[in-house]
C-alpha cells in the first residue's frame, strides 16, 4: 500500500530563516511526486513535479529535491506570505486507479516578521 | 487557460438531507475528474474518479455517489447524509494522460 508521511506537522520560522519540509513516501512504481500549496479555505495551488531520483525544480524560495525514498521542500529566506500548509503527493505508474494521487497530512508552516 | 469551478463555496446541510455539489471545468476537453474529501487532521482522501463520460470508480465505500453527464460536469450526491459526512470537498482534474491535478477552490460541507 502506497504511503505518504510528511514531517514536521507545523514549523515555525522567523522571516529569512530558512528551512526544509520532508515528505518520506512508499509506492509501488513511482510515476510522480506533487507538492502543493494550500491557504486556508482554498483548494490546494500545484507548485512541483519530481519524476524521479536526483531531480531537482526551483520557483522563487522554493527548491524541491527527490531521492528513492523521500522528497524535501527546501524554503530558502523565507517571507511571511509562504506561511501556508504544503502537501506532499505520490502518484503510483499503474493506471487502475486513474492515476490518482495519494497525499500526506501536510506540513502547516508559518513564518513571522 | 483551464479553469475549475465549484459550488456552492459553503453548504450547511442537517442530518438525512440529501446533498449535490458540482464541478465544472472550462478550457479543456476529455479531462480526468476527481473528487476528494479533506476532513480536520487527516490527508485529502480520493472518494471518485472519472476517465470519461458515464464511467466512475469509487476509492472508498460510503454513502456518496458520484456522476459525470458531460465531459467537463462532475458531481457529487448523497441521498441522506450524514454527520461524518462533513469536511471540503474539492475537485481536480487533470490531462487524459493524468499528469498533474489541478484543483478546484472546494466546498465548505458542514452537516448538523
Known amino acids: 500500500e502506497d504511503q505518504v508521511t510528511q514531517s514536521p506537522e507545523a514549523l515555525r520560522l522567523q522571516e529569512g530563516e530558512s528551512s526544509s519540509l520532508n515528505c518520506s513516501y512508499t509506492v509501488s512504481g513511482l510515476r510522480g511526486l506533487f507538492w502543493y500549496r494550500q491557504d486556508p479555505g482554498k483548494g490546494p495551488e500545484f507548485l512541483f513535479t519530481?519524476?524521479?531520483a536526483g531531480e531537482e525544480k526551483e520557483k522563487e524560495r522554493l527548491k524541491a529535491t527527490l531521492t528513492k525514498k523521500e522528497s524535501f521542500l527546501h524554503i530558502t529566506a523565507p517571507k511571511p506570505e509562504d506561511s501556508a500548509t504544503y502537501l506532499c503527493?505520490?502518484?503510483?505508474?499503474?493506471?487502475?486507479?486513474?492515476?490518482?494521487?495519494?497525499f500526506g497530512k501536510g506540513t502547516s508552516l508559518l513564518v513571522t516578521p | 487557460s483551464q479553469t475549475i469551478h465549484q459550488w456552492p463555496a459553503t453548504l450547511v446541510q442537517p442530518v438525512g438531507s440529501p446533498l449535490s455539489l458540482e464541478c465544472t471545468v472550462e478550457?479543456?476537453?476529455?479531462?480526468?475528474l476527481y473528487w476528494y474529501r479533506q476532513a480536520a487532521g487527516r490527508g485529502l482522501q480520493l472518494l471518485f474518479y472519472s476517465v470519461g463520460i458515464g464511467q466512475i470508480s469509487s476509492e472508498v465505500p460510503q454513502n456518496l455517489s458520484a456522476s459525470r453527464p458531460q465531459d467537463r460536469q462532475f458531481i457529487l450526491s448523497s441521498k441522506k447524509l450524514l454527520l461524518s459526512d462533513s469536511g471540503f470537498y474539492l475537485c481536480a482534474w487533470s490531462g487524459a494522460g493524468g499528469e498533474t491535478q489541478y484543483f478546484g477552490p472546494g466546498t465548505r460541507l458542514l452537516v448538523l
Open positions: 519530481l519524476y524521479s
Open positions: 503527493a505520490v502518484q503510483a505508474s499503474r493506471s487502475n486507479s486513474g492515476y490518482a494521487l495519494n
Open positions: 478550457g479543456t476537453s476529455n479531462p480526468n
